[in-house]
């Protein structure tokens, strides 16, 4: 595997963990307000692009 396809691979499976425990940080019990906050809110966005970026990584490598 090349290091391009292993650096995707990370990101993407990490930008998905950070998303996923973004948005159900509250139904975890790691939200500190009821509400969908600005943490919860950049760890969504960081996740997403990370994600994003990783796939591309991972398919172009």
């Known amino acids: 595997m090349s290091t391009t396809r292993l650096i995707g691979l990370l ?15 509250d ?3 790691l939200g500190r307000d009821p509400g969908f ?8 966005l960081v996740g997403a692009v ?3 970026i990783g796939g591309l990584l ?3 490598g």
Do not use: D, E, P
């Not at 990101?11 to 940080?25: E, N, P, R, T």
């Not at 906050?37 to 969504?44: D, P």
């Open 11 to 25: 990101l993407l499976v990490g930008g998905i963990v950070l998303l996923l425990i973004s948005l159900s940080a």
């Open 27 to 29: 139904m975890i019990g």
């Open 37 to 44: 906050g600005y943490q919860q809110m950049g760890g969504t």
């Open 50 to 52: 990370a994600a994003i």
């Open 58 to 60: 991972y398919r172009r």
